[in-house]
């Protein structure tokens, strides 16, 4: 057998075997994303007086992002910054569901909040919740629901 078909026989197996490996592969969780419909909440956040913004910020980078991107699925966390305008230099926390259904697993009801979190996602939200409840209120006013929230859909 000649080297070239050889290799030309191996790649189109090896492609097969990855594709089967892939798609046999079961979500950690139960929800599946839908890109269309990505949410995104929106909380604004005051810091506390005695906060400087450099610790705010260090937490969202070291700590916050990277926590929700290791452990919690379908959510990504960030602390944002505003630049320019009428915010400048304000602060918002955003949780990125990557869908509503992933959004609901998580929240299923408007106004549901961290307290009411059904059993089984709650064992997801864990980690995330540690860092919402436990370690923002060291840098920010607590988030709460009498603060208000606006969750948005992308419209892709």
């Given at each position: 057998?000649?080297?070239?078909?050889?290799?030309?026989?191996?790649?189109p197996a090896a492609l097969s075997l990855a594709a089967?490996?892939?798609?046999?592969?079961?979500?950690?969780y139960v929800p599946v994303g839908d890109p269309s419909?990505?949410?995104?909440?929106?909380?604004?956040?005051?810091?506390?007086?005695?906060?400087?913004?450099?610790?705010?910020?260090?937490?969202?980078?070291?700590?916050?992002?990277p926590t929700f991107k290791k452990h919690v699925p379908?959510?990504?966390?960030?602390?944002?910054?505003?630049?320019?305008?009428?915010?400048?230099?304000?602060?918002?926390?955003?949780?990125?569901?990557?869908?509503?259904?992933?959004?609901?697993?998580?929240?299923?009801?408007?106004?549901?909040?961290?307290?009411?979190?059904?059993?089984?996602?709650?064992?997801?939200?864990?980690?995330?919740?540690?860092?919402?409840?436990?370690?923002?209120?060291?840098?920010?006013?607590?988030?709460?629901?009498?603060?208000?929230?606006?969750?948005?859909?992308?419209?892709?």
């Amino acid at each position: 057998m000649k080297p070239i078909s050889f290799f030309m026989f191996l790649i189109p197996a090896a492609l097969s075997l990855a594709a089967f490996y892939y798609n046999s592969q079961e979500p950690p969780y139960v929800p599946v994303g839908d890109p269309s419909g990505r949410i995104m909440a929106f909380r604004e956040l005051t810091l506390l007086e005695n906060t400087k913004p450099e610790e705010l910020e260090r937490f969202a980078r070291e700590q916050l992002t990277p926590t929700f991107k290791k452990h919690v699925p379908g959510v990504e966390s960030y602390i944002i910054k505003g630049q320019r305008g009428d915010n400048k230099g304000k602060y918002v926390h955003l949780l990125v569901f990557d869908s509503e259904t992933t959004r609901n697993f998580y929240f299923p009801y408007e106004h549901s909040g961290e307290t009411n979190i059904p059993e089984a996602a709650l064992k997801l939200w864990q980690p995330g919740q540690v860092m919402l409840l436990d370690s923002l209120p060291k840098y920010a006013e607590p988030l709460g629901e009498s603060k208000g929230y606006t969750d948005y859909v992308f419209l892709e």
